[in-house]
């Protein structure tokens, strides 16, 4: 593993970052970044593409009136992947605008990101949300290497302590990340009306254009659908999941 260090944003921004190379390297990377274990866990995947402007509103709104206020009610951690893009962005300023101290972890590729006044090598790299606490920069060179790292993470850190998984809008990766994030025993919650793949989920939890690859989601039990405008039902059924004693289990593997 890398040895880690302090990434300065400027503005009194400044970051923990570390480059684990094995999961056997996380013990020692939440202890260099001084992450704290045993707390609720909210992962935040998806995207903004493709979203109207009043449907952005709606989502921004989502992170400053529900998200950001729960994560700091309930003492939890977030994870997301970190980037200055979309709603990676959105958890950022959200975070900052409501000045919550909770630790915001961002888990990305090393190889599709660039550092504080590094050039953007090509079209597919991101610089990091300079409003993120921690960074874990987990091998791989394209985007969706990180998955299976949010994933098990966010189970490591929780520990006992319930997780949850919000999907918002999102693409082509974000089906690898909802995948990974249920096999973890984690429920997932699909922002309807967010747009591609949080609206093919929730289509397809109502049995209606069954997208193949939502069938392993949706057997999983641990999906459900709830409209973006809806924001007082995403708080009470968030409030819920991370307030229970009651962990939830992973799933057996697939034969």
Same mark, same amino acid.
């Given at each position: 593993m890398e040895p880690g260090f302090t990434l300065d944003f400027g503005h009194r921004r400044t970051a923990r970052v570390i480059q684990p190379q094995t999961e056997a390297d996380l013990s020692d990377a939440f202890t260099f970044l001084e992450l704290p274990k045993?707390?609720? #866990?909210? #992962?935040?995947?998806?995207?903004? &593409?493709?979203?109207?402007? !009043?449907?952005?509103?709606?989502?921004? !709104? $989502?992170?400053?009136?529900? $998200?950001?206020?729960?994560?700091?009610? $309930?003492?939890?951690?977030?994870?997301?992947?970190?980037?200055?893009?979309?709603?990676?962005?959105?958890?950022?300023?959200?975070?900052?605008?409501?000045r919550a101290r909770f630790p915001l972890l961002g888990i990305a590729p090393i190889g599709c990101v660039a550092l504080p006044e590094q050039p953007l090598l090509n079209d597919d790299m991101a610089p990091l949300e300079p409003h993120h606490t921690h960074f874990l920069l987990v091998p791989?060179?394209?985007?969706?290497?990180?998955?299976?790292?949010?994933?098990? =993470?966010?189970?490591?850190?929780?520990?006992e302590k319930p997780s949850v998984t919000i999907l918002i809008n999102g693409g082509e990766i974000s089906w690898l990340d909802?995948?990974?994030?249920?096999?973890?025993?984690?429920? $997932?919650?699909?922002?309807?009306?967010?747009?591609?793949?949080?609206?093919?989920?929730?289509?397809?939890?109502?049995?209606?254009?069954?997208?193949?690859?939502?069938?392993?989601?949706?057997? &999983?039990?641990?999906?459900?659908?709830?409209?973006?405008? &809806?924001?007082?039902?995403?708080?009470? =059924?968030?409030q819920q999941i991370l307030s229970s004693p009651i962990p939830s289990k992973p799933l057996e593997p697939s034969q």
């Open positions: 045993a707390r609720p #866990v909210l #992962v935040v995947i998806g995207g903004a &593409s493709r979203l109207s402007r !009043s449907d952005q509103r709606l989502v921004r !709104s $989502l992170f400053i009136k529900v $998200l950001v206020p729960l994560a700091r009610a $309930l003492n939890a951690i977030v994870i997301d992947g970190g980037t200055d893009v979309g709603i990676m962005q959105m958890m950022g300023r959200a975070r900052y605008t409501r791989g060179y394209a985007w969706g290497d990180e998955s299976s790292w949010i994933a098990r =993470v966010a189970s490591m850190l929780a520990e909802a995948e990974k994030n249920v096999e973890e025993g984690r429920p $997932l919650i699909a922002i309807a009306g967010s747009g591609r793949t949080a609206d093919a989920l929730a289509t397809a939890l109502e049995g209606n254009g069954v997208d193949e690859r939502a069938q392993h989601i949706i057997d &999983s039990g641990l999906l459900q659908a709830i409209e973006l405008e &809806s924001s007082d039902r995403l708080a009470e =059924v968030i």
